[in-house]
Antibody, heavy 122, light 114 residues
Framework: EVLLLESGGGLVQPGGSLRLSCAAS????????MSWVRQAPGKGLEWVSA????????YYADSVKGRFTLSRDNSKNTLYLQMSSLRADDTAIYYC???????????????WGQGTLVTVSS | DIVMTQSPDSLAVSLGERATINCKSS????????????LAWYQQKPGQPPKLLIY???IRESGVPDRFSGSGSGTHFTLTISSLQAEDVAVYYC??????????FGQGTKLEIK
């Protein structure tokens, strides 16, 4: 059974930093690209960032480029999202999502975690 | 970036009736070399993560009831629920995955029981 378990969310002040983790199990982690997708309270889905199965290629939405860094540790089956210079509009549930291929091309998402809430507020 | 626009924003349908949700992309998501439309549909129930329903515009994900179907090509797509059940109350999103990111979602369509 595929499981994705996010952690690391919480309350952070504007300008602060936070690191999200996504622990994966039930599939060969390094064979699949992974993404983060976020959802602001009461709003729709926004793709944030994606990384290839090897970790060699990462992509970012313009809204987070230069502030967020996506990485993965395939030996630990874990995905990380380092977030810095956080703003109020980064407040959202952050979902970890598994793509259907190893490269970051043609990715739709067949499994999603339950999400972790990030609140940016003073 | 490819902009995805869904219609309507909300929809109320009687139990057992057909529900139709539309999705339009700002540019074609049909790749001519393989004749595939790079379009997926997701269902999100309250308090839950999204669930994949349809990919390649018309392929049902394993375990999805056959009352759900996807159609369309190029820039216009449709998700149809042939006979609405109470458990289908949710928000539905389309997503394009044409080429490299950014991947983009429609704004969502909220489906309720009339």
């Amino acid at each position: 059974e595929v499981l994705l378990l996010e952690s690391g969310g919480g309350l952070v002040q504007p300008g602060g930093s936070l690191r999200l983790s996504c622990a994966a199990s039930g599939f060969t982690f390094n064979s699949y690209a992974m993404s983060w997708v976020r959802q602001a309270p009461g709003k729709g889905l926004e793709w944030v960032s994606a990384i290839s199965g090897t970790g060699g290629a990462a992509y970012y939405a313009d809204s987070v480029k230069g502030r967020f860094t996506l990485s993965r540790d395939n030996s630990k089956n874990t995905l990380y999202l380092q977030m810095s210079s956080l703003r109020a509009d980064d407040t959202a549930i952050y979902y970890c999502a598994k793509a259907i291929g190893v490269i970051v091309v043609d990715n739709y998402f067949d499994y999603w975690g339950q999400g972790t809430l990030v609140t940016v507020s003073s | 970036d490819i902009v995805m626009t869904q219609s309507p924003d909300s929809l109320a349908v009687s139990l057992g009736e057909r529900a139709t949700i539309n999705c339009k992309s700002s540019q074609s998501v049909l790749y001519s070399s393989n004749n595939k439309n790079y379009l997926a549909w997701y269902q999100q129930k309250p308090g839950q993560p999204p669930k994949l329903l349809i990919y390649w515009a018309s392929i049902r994900e394993s375990g999805v009831p056959d009352r759900f179907s996807g159609s369309g090509s190029g820039t216009h797509f449709t998700l149809t629920i042939s006979s609405l059940q109470a458990e289908d109350v949710a928000v539905y999103y389309c997503q394009q995955y044409y080429s490299t990111p950014p991947y983009t979602f429609g704004q969502g369509t909220k489906l309720e029981i009339k």
